[in-house]
């Protein structure tokens, strides 16, 4: 004897619905019982996977929100440094005190996400002396400017590196004896 084509029955009973068949089809099995917290409890296979699925969901889209997220953007940020010479894009003999016979000096920048340009303000006491404005042309970024120094120039000085909108980022105190 054959089964029946709608599912229903055993070769041995053709009209009769077994309780697997009553459970949903050959693919849903009855609930296990589990031992949890000391008592005898089901727990239905099918909602801990359903949770995975979830959670794995959520997971996949915080690992691509955060993707497409915008980056953070790093304030503007300069170091300097008053110098002797410069050599190989680098700043040589770096001091906070010089004699007045040096002739030049050089002020050394480092600049980290300053938009188009700086600008070295040199100073003598709280008199300006010169305003050297400095192309800058990729995030990170070294630039110099110099000034000549004269016999009748001895006393505190600095120098400061500016932005464009006249914030100061660095400033580099020195002595001229």
Same mark, same amino acid.
């Given at each position: 004897m054959q089964a029946s084509r709608s599912g229903r029955g055993t070769p041995m009973n053709p009209g009769r619905i077994t309780p697997l068949q009553r459970q949903g089809g050959r693919h849903r099995r009855p609930p296990r019982p589990c031992a949890s917290a000391g008592d005898l409890r089901y727990h239905d296979v099918g909602r801990g996977q359903k949770k995975m699925r979830i959670a794995f969901s959520c997971l996949a889209l915080l690992v691509v929100a955060t993707a497409f997220a915008a980056p953070a953007v790093e304030p503007p940020s300069a170091t300097v440094v008053v110098c002797t010479s410069i050599q190989?894009?680098?700043?040589?003999?770096a001091a906070t005190k010089f004699p007045a016979?040096?002739?030049?000096?050089?002020?050394?920048?480092?600049?980290?996400?300053?938009?188009d340009k700086i600008v070295h303000v040199?100073? *003598?006491?709280?008199k300006e002396l010169g305003r050297i404005t400095l192309?800058?042309? &990729?995030? *990170?970024?070294r630039t110099w400017?110099?000034?000549?120094?004269?016999?009748d120039l001895v006393g505190?000085?600095?120098?400061? &590196?500016?932005d464009a909108a006249g914030k100061i980022l660095a400033s580099y105190s020195f002595t001229i004896q």
């Open positions: 190989d894009n680098s700043c040589v003999g016979g040096v002739g030049k000096l050089w002020g050394f920048s480092q600049v980290s996400n300053v938009p040199w100073f *003598h006491g709280d192309p800058v042309k &990729a995030a *990170h970024w400017s110099n000034i000549t120094v004269s016999k505190p000085c600095r120098l400061e &590196a500016r």
